[in-house]
């Protein structure tokens, strides 16, 4: 099992650009595929991007494509999230998730994530 702390949520304007940090516990980081999903108020958790469990492999939500990049650093056990050209419908709450179970090397169902942190806070102001 591991556990997920995220970290770099805040409160940016337009156009601006955040780093989510997530940081794992644990010894087997590497065997996990990781994602970033977000939640914005009344609306459902959705996926924002994936990685997988060595890199190479990445996929984004149509609407972060260019803006966003995941990324990860095994060695330090934590995965980013770059987000540039922030606009007002990324505000969300930021979850970090993962997943040691599968054959495929990244997921984009928010049922697919067995792992997930508590979230960061991301408000991007007009």
């Known amino acids: 099992q591991v556990q997920l702390v995220e970290s770099g949520g805040g409160l940016v304007q337009a156009g601006d650009s955040l780093r989510l940090s997530c940081v794992a516990s644990?010894?087997?980081?590497?065997?996990?595929?990781m994602g970033w999903l977000r939640q914005a108020p009344g609306k459902e958790r959705e996926f924002v991007a994936a990685i997988s469990r060595l890199g190479g492999g990445t996929s984004y939500v149509d609407s972060v494509k260019g803006r966003f990049t995941i990324s990860r650093d095994n060695a330090k056990k934590t995965v980013y999230l770059q987000m540039d050209s922030l606009k007002p419908e990324d505000t969300a709450v930021y979850f970090c998730a993962g997943t040691d179970v599968g054959g495929s090397a990244y997921y984009t169902k928010v049922y697919e994530y067995r792992y997930w942190g508590q979230g960061t806070q991301v408000t991007v102001s007009s």
């Open positions: 644990g010894r087997t980081f590497g065997s996990y595929a």
